[in-house]
């Protein structure tokens, strides 16, 4: 009851005030002697009320109630799922729960001119989208992972990079049926990196190309695909642990599921220093582009194993990450205006990002299984560590762990299967790299 007091308090003392509230100009006088008559005048009275309903009138236009659209409610759900995905079933908890934020706060209605909005000019989310649009966040985040990753099951067993490789299939794939479905060169290969399963590697490349501001030789002005581009990569990011292992069970015997692979050598520290700098410079001369990603991720590596920079690689793997992770999620989360997201291309970049994530996979399992051929013994490798070839990292090496104890309790598989893990990583940066060069 003391509450409706209060508000009810509130409108009187709204409807009294109104009139002194409404003064054309702050600089005139205020006649308060007017004020006098104010109770004995009733079309004084009915002018008040009149104001103030008006006033609660352009109030009420103002809110998100009056400027909401069916696109935006929608779009809020899609944003509280990727949230109670991310709590609920730990599925990419550290971007699935800032992204899910992100698509509330790029939905909440609101009237345009007032700077609020991610896509206006001067606004608090058009700055941080900045490094979204200009690529920025995507090799702050690499240097990250380079600093917290180690590379000695690669440096042990070089062959898998193979794998690594193999499951770029799906980029490459991807390309193609984006250009059938009627994209242009620079989207389609912006599309395609999704089947690369990096989520800041297809930030990065659609930055580049599918930003809205490329203009073709025709004339055509390029789409905005960045923020369905980046939440189709994230999602299927997140959802690896679900499907991923259907296809596992699908494509590996039982049989297979089981061969168990000899321990990784030893790699010694002077070993672990030399890989980053020799790493380097093999991949960035092969696909110089891609020189803003592989340069920081394995500067980053070079911090870690150098044993001289402990304290610049503990920032690059914790707070410098964790921000850039904070400013990406949110603000590509954030692009996503009802307005902008839902249409047409959208649902096709999702359909063809699915696709590419199977292709990817099942490039990993198959390849995997034809390597067995060549192998003899216990040189053989579990062919299951193929599906760890994209760059979903750590969670696809994970995954493959999980699937190969199901078979054998015994058969510990992550540590090889990193090997591919970390090999997608730095191929679906070539990769990147290689469809830049030929289509910028």
């Known amino acids: 009851m003391k ?60 809110t998100g109630f009056a400027n909401a659209t069916s696109g935006n409610l929608i779009m809020i759900l899609i944003g509280i799922i990727f949230i109670y995905l991310g709590i609920k079933y730990d599925y990419e908890p550290l971007l699935l729960i800032p992204i899910g934020a992100g698509v509330i706060i790029g939905n909440v209605p609101f009237v345009a001119g007032n700077q609020t909005g991610i896509y206006e000019t001067g606004s608090v989310l058009n700055y941080l989208y900045f490094g979204v649009v200009k690529g920025i966040y995507p090799p702050l985040i690499f240097l990250g992972i380079g ?25 490459f794939a991807t390309f193609i049926g984006a250009l059938y479905l009627g994209f242009n060169l620079p989207e389609a290969g912006a599309i395609g990196i999704i089947g690369g399963a990096d989520g800041p590697t297809a930030i990065f490349l659609s930055s580049k190309l599918a930003n809205g501001v490329n203009v073709l030789a025709d004339g055509t002005t390029v789409k905005n695909l960045i923020g369905p581009i980046a939440i189709a990569a994230y999602s299927y990011m997140a959802l690896v642990p679900v499907i991923q292992p259907p296809l596992m069970r699908l494509l590996i015997s039982k049989e297979d599921r089981k061969i168990r692979m000899k321990p990784p050598r030893a790699v010694s520290q002077k070993e672990k220093m030399i890989f980053p700098v ?79 994530f199977v292709i990817a996979t099942m490039g990993g399992l198959l390849f995997a299984k034809f390597m067995n051929r060549f192998l003899k013994g216990d040189n053989k490798i579990n062919p299951l560590i193929g599906a760890a070839g994209v760059s979903a ?48």
């Open 393 to 440: 990292v750590p969670d696809s090496a994970r995954v493959v762990n999980a699937e190969a104890l199901k078979s054998d309790p015994h058969n510990y598989l992550l540590m090889h299967a990193m090997a591919p893990n970390v090999s997608g990583v730095i191929g679906s940066a070539i990769a990147a790299g290689i469809i830049l060069s030929f289509l910028s």
């Open 3 to 62: 509450k409706l007091y209060i508000i009810f308090g509130a409108l009187a003392l709204l409807l009294l005030l109104q009139p002194i509230l409404s003064v054309g100009s702050l600089a005139e006088p205020i006649e308060f002697a007017a004020l006098d008559g104010f109770a004995q005048n009733p079309d004084d009275l009915d002018t008040s009320v009149s104001g103030a309903f008006d006033g609660l009138i352009k109030f009420y236009n103002f």
């Open 278 to 356: 020799v790493a380097l410079l093999l991949t960035t001369f092969i696909s110089p582009s891609a020189l803003p990603l592989l340069g920081m991720l394995f500067f980053g590596n070079l911090l870690k194993e150098s044993g001289r920079t402990e304290r610049l690689a503990d920032t690059a793997r914790t707070k410098l990450i964790d921000i850039v992770t904070i400013l990406l999620g949110v603000t590509v989360g954030a692009s996503t205006q009802a307005d902008i997201f839902i249409t047409k291309d959208s649902l096709l970049i999702f359909g063809l990002g699915a696709v590419s």
């Open 147 to 171: 600093a917290m990753t180690d590379f000695s099951s690669l440096i042990a067993n070089p062959k898998l990079m193979l794998l690594g490789a193999a499951a770029q299939i799906g980029v």
